[in-house]
């Protein structure tokens, strides 16, 4: 299976800055997706990233708010911009690997904004 | 619009027993079903992947089942452990890829 590295793996921000996520994987996986866990929630997908084009976005987030980057295939970035305290989750990098469906997850970034 | 639900939300076990998780889904045109384990603070770990034109996968102590026009899954543990204390959640793909996630279950075991 692949691993998959965030970083960082927390931050603790102020409230109007930005911060980037970056998601490495160990080998190329075919699709690759970012999902945010709120406090005591379950995870909602944010998009699917596109290796060199734009991101598609869920409903409920846009590129404005959530700047993604998937320069090749084992790599991507998530920003999270002008940051606010309901910002504050767990954001998850996923990647599927191979042609069963199954995805791989790394170990979040945990993010609390003040 | 898919809408996964699990049962029950948190559950207390003594070490031994065997144990039944349960996830419902509202929409059957799934593409396939995974179940994770979370630690508390941690990413998730796939522990099982069901397609949707299978009815059960085993890996070790664990079981699940799918009963796609019901909208039913279980998970189905056997001889639980202390180290299986963690959050399952199922997720099923409805397309693309992309998974619609559960509301957990929380599981303590006991020793």
């Known amino acids: 299976s692949a691993v998959i590295s965030q970083k960082p793996s927390r931050d603790i921000c102020q409230r109007g800055t930005s911060l980037t996520i970056q998601c490495q994987v160990d080998?190329?996986?075919?699709?690759m997706f970012w999902y945010r866990q709120q406090p005591g929630q379950s995870l909602t997908l944010i998009a699917t990233?596109?290796?060199?084009?734009?991101?598609?976005?869920e409903s409920g987030f846009v590129i404005d708010k959530f700047p993604i980057s998937r320069p090749n295939l084992t790599f991507s970035t998530l920003t999270v911009s002008n940051m606010s305290p309901e910002d504050s989750s767990i954001y998850l990098c996923?990647?599927?690997?191979?042609?069963?469906?199954?995805?791989?997850f790394g170990e979040g970034s945990r993010l609390t904004v003040l | 619009k898919q809408e996964v639900t699990q049962i029950p939300a948190a559950l207390s076990v003594p070490e031994g027993e065997n144990l039944v998780l349960n996830c419902s889904f509202t929409?059957?045109?799934?593409?396939?079903l995974q179940w994770f384990r979370q630690d508390p603070g941690k990413g998730l770990t796939s522990l099982l992947l069901?397609?949707?034109?299978?009815r059960e996968q085993t890996s070790g102590r664990l079981n699940a089942s799918l009963d796609k026009s019901s909208g039913r899954s279980t998970l189905y543990i056997a001889a639980s452990q202390p180290g299986d204390s963690a959050t399952y959640l199922c997720?099923?793909?409805?397309?693309?890829?992309?998974?619609?996630f559960g509301t957990g279950t929380r599981l303590l075991v006991s020793p």
């Open positions: 996923s990647g599927e690997q191979g042609t069963t469906g199954e995805l791989f």
């Open positions: 080998s190329q996986v075919t699709m």
């Open positions: 990233a596109n290796q060199g084009s734009e991101a598609t976005y």
């Open positions: 929409d059957s045109a799934i593409y396939n």
């Open positions: 069901i397609q949707s034109s299978q």
């Open positions: 997720a099923v793909n409805t397309g693309f890829q992309k998974l619609v």
